[in-house]
């Protein structure tokens, strides 16, 4: 299975902070990531696809790039709605795989 | 719009097998494939497996022994069943599509997903 580790676990930020979020993947999965927000209590929604794709419907303030092993999930001014848990996903091959989640709180 | 409702037990034994279905609606079934994806309470998530609408499926190795998926198109549902289920499958369960667009494979629709609990 391809490992995907995200960096930090856990940060905390204020509404205007430029927020970063990494992942690692364990093999080259070229640029097969997504990016989810996850509230609690709902199901997590879809953010960057293919890396650095921006779905519909999601504010410019997000942002993805890297291919290869290495990726970033940026939010550049953050908002008071931001405030979740993000997670990366490879769909490089099955079985699909999740980085942990970093939980962004209100600092 | 597509929209994904799981439905089922919310309580299964311990050695019984949990029984779920997703209802798509907005959308036709009958293409992109069609996925589990599981969650235990504070934890992070937890890819079952997918099944494509001709019955093609791939299941998590992890989990490939106690899953079975069938797809039924005529009611647009597809469902999953996981036997000799045991505490650490307690989970929310939810049902999401992958879509494919060429430059990216990606679960665009999920379901609100349902809290299975196993106990006696």
């Known amino acids: 299975d391809i490992q995907m580790t995200q960096s930090p676990s856990s940060l905390s930020a204020s509404v205007g902070d430029r927020v970063i979020i990494t992942c690692r993947a364990s093999?080259?999965?070229?640029?097969?990531l997504n990016w989810y927000q996850q509230k609690p209590g709902t199901a997590p929604k879809l953010l960057i696809y293919?890396?650095?794709s921006l779905q519909s419907g999601v504010p410019s303030r997000f942002s993805g790039s890297g291919s290869g092993t290495d990726f970033t999930l940026t939010i550049s001014s953050l908002q008071p709605e931001d405030f979740a848990t993000y997670y990366c996903q490879q769909s490089y091959t099955t079985p699909r795989t999740f980085g942990q989640g970093t939980k962004v709180e209100v600092k | 719009q597509v929209q994904l409702q799981e439905s089922g037990p919310g309580l299964v034994k311990p050695s019984e097998t949990l029984s779920l279905t997703c209802t798509v609606s907005g959308g036709s079934i009958s293409s992109y494939f069609w996925t589990w994806i599981r969650q235990p309470a504070g934890k992070g998530l937890e890819w079952i497996g997918r099944?494509?609408?001709?019955?093609?499926?791939n299941y998590n190795p992890s989990l490939k022994s106690r899953v079975t998926m069938s797809v039924d198109t005529s009611k647009n549902q597809f469902s999953l069943k996981l036997s000799s289920v045991t505490a650490a499958d307690t989970a929310v369960y939810y049902c999401a599509r992958e879509a494919d667009s060429g430059s990216g494979r990606y679960f665009d629709y999920w379901g609100p997903g349902t809290l299975v609990t196993v106990s006696s």
């Open positions: 093999q080259s999965i070229s640029s097969y």
């Open positions: 099944i494509y609408p001709t019955g093609t499926t």
């Open positions: 293919a890396a650095s």
